[in-house]
């Protein structure tokens, strides 16, 4: 797998700030974060991340790339928490530790690059609102869009298993060291009942552009994560 940029390449802004204020209160705070290894993506991404700026003018957005992302590590959590992001080998699993500490940390919200929004976030997050899980398509708990409250109960849970499987260099796949079978094991263990769900159909549309990285990350039996 290579990225092809060159020509075809953009920087993306680390802040854009709110263009309105909307003056209530949301437990949510209305604040978009996404995450690559560098500010310069491909163009076809940029209108994604687009999506999430523009249909959203009172909402913050906050880009994070690798340095900044250890930059909050070690201001919020401390350097353990930079060794562990830094001995992580594949971009999905530095994305994946990322969201949940994020959104831990300050709440709001997370979208993976290649998700473009439908409609506008005010139609799904309401002010009363702390906490809204996101189902695929097969109906299966997901983590490329995070809706939260900081100190989430489940991203708790989430941040120690996946700290455990990082400092035992666990052997296995993305999806299960840091990715998102991680909460759907959390909220099996608890028996967990959801405050709210959204269906990923109902408000965004999945770009699969770098089609080869999303298998050999997510669906192959790769060892080699640490």
């Not at 969201?99 to 979208?111: D, P, S, T, W």
């Not at 608890?190 to 990350?217: D, F, G, L």
């Amino acid at each position: 797998f290579k990225e092809k940029f060159s020509s075809n390449s953009i920087n993306i802004p680390y802040t854009v700030l709110k263009k309105k204020y909307d003056f209530v209160n949301h437990n949510i705070p209305k604040v978009i974060y996404q995450t690559y290894k560098s500010n310069t993506i491909n163009k076809d991404l940029y209108k994604n991340v687009e999506s999430w700026i523009n249909l959203n003018p009172s909402y913050q957005y906050e880009f994070y790339d690798d340095e900044r992302i250890r930059q909050f590590l070690l201001r919020e959590y401390g350097p353990k928490y930079v060794e562990r992001f830094d001995s992580i080998k594949v971009g999905a699993s530095k994305s994946d530790y990322f969201r949940i500490l994020i959104i831990y940390k300050y709440g709001g919200v997370y979208a993976d690059l290649d998700n473009k929004l439908l409609k506008p976030l005010d139609e799904i997050i309401k002010p009363e609102d702390t906490e809204i899980l996101h189902k695929q398509v097969n109906n299966w708990y997901d983590t490329h869009v995070l809706m939260m409250s900081p100190n989430n109960e489940l991203l708790y849970d989430c941040i120690r298993i996946i700290n455990n499987n990082i400092d035992n260099k666990m052997k296995g796949t993305a999806i299960n060291v840091t990715g998102p079978n991680v909460l759907r094991k959390v909220i099996g263990s608890k028996k967990y009942i959801p405050k709210k769900i959204v269906h990923q159909n109902n408000y965004i549309k999945v770009h699969n552009i770098y089609h080869s990285e999303r298998n050999y990350v997510y669906w192959k039996d790769i060892h080699y994560i640490f």
